[in-house]
């Protein structure tokens, strides 16, 4: 608990402007956007928000920061991709957040593998691109299924590791990675599926953006060993 407590002492100061902006986009955004520019701001500022935190932590070059380099890229095209959907242009934005979890891909790395896992996701999101692929235009049924294999793969990377590790970060990272999942299964079940969901915004919004801080907050440990959190 101690070391709990100090954890949160360092890292709770940096997270300040992404709780501002949290709720400056929530009480200010009060429906669904229709592409102004104040409130394609507001959405992104969150996201830019937890690129400070990834960089005032501590960031450099070297090899242990690599992660850390690999998760900031990512949070830089999901803030393109937030901006590009908020003004209509869905497939561009689903590019930017392809190339996003590419470079979380890349941050979760290859190993362990889990084979296991992997084939579980891959049967799962097949079965949902087939239950879809019917509502899909020309462009999209070719993105759409690209996408999903993406995301799934980031899911997939992040369970991985969560599983042979005993690191509250990392399992937060893989919590953080299916809220991700969730967050953008409920706009395909709005979008694709026509299902009208209460609140649609609010609970794609806030899924959202606790995978993001999930997903940024794995860096805290980066460059050193003082948080090595262990779930008992």
């Avoid at 209509?88 to 930017?96: Q, V």
């Avoid at 509502?135 to 992040?158: A, H, K, Q």
């Avoid at 969901?197 to 899924?207: D, H, K």
Wanted: with cysteine; glycine share 6%; proline share 4%.
């Amino acid at each position: 608990m101690n070391d709990f407590g100090q954890f949160a002492k360092a890292q709770g100061p940096k997270l300040v402007p992404f709780l501002v902006t949290l709720v400056l986009y929530f009480s200010l955004v009060r429906k669904d956007p229709q592409g102004e520019l104040w409130t394609t701001v507001l959405k992104c500022l969150p996201i830019v928000a937890l690129m400070f935190y990834v960089v005032a932590k501590g960031i450099s070059l070297k090899k242990e920061y690599r992660r850390s380099l690999w998760i900031l890229l990512g949070l830089v095209f999901s803030s393109g991709g937030d901006a590009l959907l908020n003004i209509n242009l869905f497939p561009f934005g689903m590019i930017s957040f392809g190339v996003a979890h590419v470079f979380y891909i890349s941050a979760f790395g290859w190993k362990p593998v889990k084979w296991l896992i992997g084939s579980a996701l891959y049967v799962a999101v097949s079965f949902f691109i087939y239950f879809v692929h019917q509502n899909l235009d020309e462009i999209l049924i070719i993105g759409v299924p690209i996408y999903c294999f993406l995301i799934t793969t980031m899911l997939w990377r992040s369970l991985a590791r969560a599983v042979d590790s005993r690191n509250f970060l990392t399992i937060f990272c893989a919590i953080g990675a299916i809220l991700f999942v969730i967050s953008d299964a409920l706009i395909a079940v709005t979008m694709f599926v026509g299902v009208p969901l209460p609140c649609a915004r609010l609970q794609i919004m806030i899924t959202y953006y606790a995978a993001q801080f999930a997903i940024a907050l794995s860096t805290a440990d980066d460059g050193q060993r003082s948080f090595r959190k262990k779930i008992k």
